[in-house]
């Protein structure tokens, strides 16, 4: 099941959405004619794990982590599905990196990897935003429209061993599967909540593929995960 957030005019709605209709509690709303996608959670933190595909470890000549390197971005960075993604007038170097997410159902601390799968409502996709040419990894990774997120959560998917692709501008930028994935959708949960209370709507992100690269102004960036779908946004100028 696909549940999604919509914008409307009488605010927030949320239900399954089947065919671009969200079915909510008080009635069925059309997406583009009755709103628009909002990102489909509302955490209260967007953990983040890097470094963790052997190719993309090789390509930008990483050392190889013996745990989950994790960094965390703000509710502030957050994106919906085809919203512009603002080019920030503090950088020359913005770059795409397309991920899978998990989002937490609820409120848990200290899970064992053999119970992540009760605590995960289900999984979207994120766009890592980074502007390359900051100092530190706060200043790269957390402003404003730096995590594109969506369209939807997908409640019934095994993340284990499925697809992923990156377009940008109609040319394919990544492709990968997330059995190479260095350490696992139970391992990175389970290790969080160790250090954090995790919250439902919090969402766990657990890195790119190989080739992560630069975006220009109006460039289309489109991130598709098998069995989840596609987030799609547009570069926007500064």
């Not at 502030?76 to 997410?101: N, R």
């Not at 053999?114 to 502007?131: F, K, L, P």
Request: proline share 8%; charged share 25%; glycine share 8%.
């Amino acid at each position: 099941m696909r549940i999604a957030r919509l914008l409307t005019t009488n605010g927030p709605v949320a239900g399954e959405y089947v065919d671009g209709v969200v079915h909510a509690e008080d009635g069925r709303y059309e997406v583009g004619r009755d709103g628009r996608l909002l990102p489909p959670c509302e955490p209260s933190a967007l953990y983040c794990v890097g470094r963790n595909y052997a190719a993309t470890l090789d390509q930008m000549d990483y050392e190889r982590p013996d745990e989950p390197d994790f960094f965390i971005k703000p509710p502030a960075a957050l994106l919906a599905h085809e919203q512009p993604i603002p080019y920030p007038s503090f950088t020359d170097e913005l770059t795409y990196a397309g991920e899978l997410a998990a989002v937490i159902g609820e409120r848990c601390r200290n899970v064992d990897e053999t119970e992540v799968a009760s605590v995960v409502r289900g999984y979207t996709i994120m766009n890592d935003v980074d502007a390359l040419d900051q100092q530190g990894r706060t200043a790269r990774k957390a402003f404003d429209g730096s995590a594109p997120l969506g369209p939807w959560i997908e409640t019934e998917l095994d993340p284990s061993a499925i697809d992923v692709h990156t377009d940008v501008a109609g040319e394919r930028r990544q492709s990968a599967n997330t059995e190479t994935m260095l350490f696992g959708v139970e391992e990175i949960v389970a290790y969080l909540s160790e250090r954090f209370t995790l919250r439902p709507g919090d969402v766990v992100a657990f890195g790119s593929p190989e080739n992560p690269g630069l975006v220009e102004p109006g460039d289309d960036v489109e991130i598709t995960y098998e069995g989840v779908g596609t987030l799609r946004n547009v570069v926007r100028e500064p």
